[in-house]
Structures are given as C-alpha cells and as structure tokens.
T-cell receptor, first 113, second 111 residues
Framework: EAQVTQNPRYLITVTGKKLTVTCSQNMNHEYMSWYRQDPGLGLRQIYYSMNVEVTDKGDVPEGYKVSRKEKRNFPLILESPSPNQTSLYFC????????????FGPGTRLTVL | GEDVEQSLFLSVREGDSSVINCTYTDSSSTYLYWYKQEPGAGLQLLTYIFSNMDMKQDQRLTVLLNKKDKHLSLRIADTQTGDSAIYFCAESPLSNYQLIWGAGTKLIIKP
C-alpha cells in the first residue's frame, strides 16, 4: 500500500530534550516536506527536500533540522525543543510525475512542557 | 509573494449545498487542489483541477476555476454530516514542486 508513515504519532516531552520524528514514504517520491499545523494558521512549511541530499528552509525553519540521506526517509530533528514547538506535525511527499499531488502522513502531535 | 486565501469557517444546513471559496495569486499555477482533513486525521486529496480547465465534476463535488479572477471554488451538493472537515485549497506554481496552501475552511454542518 502506498503510504507515508510518521513516528511517533503522539509525543510529550520536556524543554531541551532532543527528539526526532521519523517520516518514511514507499512511493519513490523525489519531494518531501514537513509542515506544522496550528489553529487558525493553517499549514506552515518547516523544511522541504527536492531529492536526496538536497534540503531547504520553508517558512518556519527556526529550531528544526532535517536530513535526506535516503530517498524514502526525511526525519525532523528538534535539537532543543521549546514550548512554542508544541504543534501537530505532518510529513508529505510528492512527485511531478503524479501531478505534484502531496501525500500526507497521519500526523505527529507533539507537546513540549 | 504567492498567497492563497480562504475564509476560516462555513456553516451550512444538512442537505444544502456548501460552497467553499479560495483566491490565489500565482497565475502560472499548473494545478489547483482541494484537500480534506477530517478530525484527528491527516490531509487527503479530494480533487484537483488542471489550470486549462474551467470546471470539474465528480459525483457531489464541483470545482469551478476562474483564471481571470484567480478564484477557485468547491461546491459540495447535498451536504452530509460526514462532510464535516477542514478544506484546504492549494496551488502548484509552475516553477517548483511546492504547494502554496490556504489556511483552511472549517465546514460546520447544522442539523
């Protein structure tokens, strides 16, 4: 089944404790992206990647890191989480060969205390 | 810069038609999309329209595109309680893979 998976789905952590949210897609998509969703603000892009070893900042990259060592994986790293990073996070992937339709993961709800 | 705008809420009675509107700024967009997000879930593509089309119909859904006014709408006929969700409009500029997103319209169904 074609899908984007994210782990964990829910996470409660404390300020300053490094964490990684994993994202994996099995559709051989070139493009992957991380978004955060906050009430009234819609989707805001954090980082994106056009292909392996190519990453770039989105609209709200501060406090986040990403890597794209393999085509299928695009982990999101919070080196020192803060309460303002409490949010719902979505990973997505797409390919121009598929009309740029973005396929989304199920989301990760992160709470930073 | 590029921008997509949509109102945050729409309330309709069950059985009526819902019309969700969206305006965008990038005239080079190749595709325009409507995504649906049900409570507690991720976003799923509902439908999309290619920029050289004016209308697309799929069962209860009708998408209208006015390129001159850069206006996109989604009409849901015979709205049901299962249509309660947030609906996101997005455009795909010609220049890159990225999608430009609206803030989402929450559709509220009244009995």
């Amino acid at each position: 089944e074609a899908q984007v998976t994210q782990n964990p789905r829910y996470l409660i952590t404390v300020t300053g404790k490094k964490l990684t949210v994993t994202c994996s897609q099995n559709m051989n998509h070139e493009y992957m992206s991380w978004y955060r969703q906050d009430p009234g603000l819609g989707l805001r892009q954090i980082y994106y990647s056009m292909n392996v070893e190519v990453t770039d900042k989105g609209d709200v990259p501060e406090g986040y890191k990403v890597s794209r060592k393999e085509k299928r994986n695009f982990p999101l790293i919070l080196e020192s989480p803060s309460p303002n990073q409490t949010s719902l996070y979505f990973c997505a992937s797409s390919s121009p060969a598929e009309n740029n339709e973005q396929f989304f993961g199920p989301g990760t709800r992160l709470t930073v205390l | 810069g590029e921008d997509v705008e949509q109102s945050l809420f729409l309330s309709v009675r069950e059985g009526d038609s819902s019309v969700i509107n969206c305006t965008y700024t990038d005239s080079s967009s190749t595709y325009l999309y409507w995504y649906k997000q049900e409570p507690g879930a991720g976003l799923q593509l509902l439908t999309y329209i290619f920029s050289n089309m004016d209308m697309k119909q799929d069962q209860r859904l009708t998408v209208l595109l006015n390129k001159k006014d850069k206006h996109l709408s989604l009409r849901i006929a015979d709205t049901q309680t299962g249509d309660s969700a947030i609906y996101f409009c997005a455009e795909s500029p010609l220049s890159n893979y990225q999608l430009i997103w609206g803030a989402g319209t929450k559709l509220i169904i009244k009995p």
